[in-house]
């Protein structure tokens, strides 16, 4: 069976090379590298931006989409395949996507769409002068993290006791853990450590926090979760807790609320980078830049399931509300 898979994707490979495609002619050439399922609000924020730096997808520039179905282990094989289509340069959607990607070239341009802190995980020497093929964007600071524990104390008074998941695999989530865990001591509440390896350990894990009183879930992020995101939600609401997503636009999946950069943004501003990439910038050189937007969503429909009252300053403050 793995013979025969393995001839499958060199046929393919064979007849992609072969077909005269749209891309001829095109002035750059982009790889897109993802652990998700497909087409997301994400890759069609970076779409839009690349019609903001004047790119015109089919003609002026051609984007390689792989997503390898929430499988990280795959993603250094669709990073080759990249490689191997000779992209002018690799949009990482995720940390992983980034390690994924970098262990299989040093010499193509790669640009991090998001993710944790890029210097701690060893991708880039300094966020002002990177020093590799590795550049892009940073999400995570230490203050997104403070915030997003006062606004869920904010959301839920009355829980004095929440519980911190996050993907023990996920190679930047270390900082986010000791000051969610720092900030929590500072507020007087007690934070509950609830981390998972894979999709199947979630409901054992909600089932733990729900068992230890917990008043709510703070999600930290990565591939694993994003995916996961609406399952979180529906294991969270059978315990009646409310879940907080570090990605502000998974409050869509059905948490109570999102607190963080905008993820969308990220990947909007990444077209940027790879324009100025495509067009002769040297990665090496070229800063790695902060989120600059976050934003706060409120799901009123998850909260009035649960039984929860949001204090109107909170809404007011809200970047969108979902009703």
Avoid: C
């Avoid at 990073?79 to 959607?93: G, M, S």
């Avoid at 993907?167 to 270390?174: E, F, I, R, T």
């Avoid at 943004?265 to 990444?270: H, S, W, Y």
């Amino acid at each position: 069976m793995k013979r025969r898979a393995a001839l499958h994707a060199i046929a393919i490979g064979i007849v992609w090379a072969a077909w005269p495609s749209a891309s001829a002619g095109a002035t750059a050439r982009v790889g897109f590298l993802s652990s998700g399922h497909g087409f997301s609000a994400l890759s069609e924020a970076f779409r839009g931006g690349l019609k903001e730096v004047g790119y015109v997808e089919g003609t002026t520039v051609i984007v390689e989409w792989r997503f390898t179905g929430g499988r990280p282990d795959r993603l250094r094989a669709a990073a080759r395949e990249l490689i191997d289509l000779r992209v002018d340069v690799i949009v990482a959607a995720s940390l992983a996507a980034t390690h994924a990607a970098r262990e299989e070239t040093r010499r193509t341009p790669i640009v991090m769409a998001a993710g944790g802190d890029p210097i701690r995980a060893g991708v880039v020497a300094s966020l002002a002068r990177p020093g590799g093929n590795v550049t892009g964007l940073v999400a995570w600071s230490p203050e997104v993290s403070r915030n997003r524990l006062r606004t869920t104390k904010e959301l839920v008074p009355s829980a004095n006791r929440l519980a911190l998941v996050w993907n023990l695999s996920a190679a930047d989530k270390d900082d986010d853990v000791a000051t969610s865990r720092a900030e929590a001591t500072a507020l007087g509440l007690q934070v509950d450590l609830v981390g998972v390896r894979t999709a199947q350990e979630l409901p054992g894990a909600v089932a733990d926090a729900a068992q230890r009183r917990v008043g709510a879930l703070i999600v930290l992020n990565d591939a694993l979760m994003i995916v996961q995101a609406g399952r979180i939600a529906d294991l969270a609401a059978a315990h009646g807790l409310p879940v907080i997503h570090d990605v502000p636009e998974l409050a869509h999946a059905g948490a109570l609320a999102g607190y963080g950069p905008s993820v969308a943004d990220l990947f909007r501003r990444a077209a940027a980078v790879v324009r100025r990439i495509v067009d002769g910038a040297d990665p090496a050189t070229l800063p790695v830049e902060p989120a600059t937007r976050f934003d706060l969503v409120v799901n009123l429909a998850t909260a009035q399931r649960l039984g929860l009252v949001i204090p109107p300053a909170l809404l007011d403050r809200a970047s969108r509300v979902i009703r």
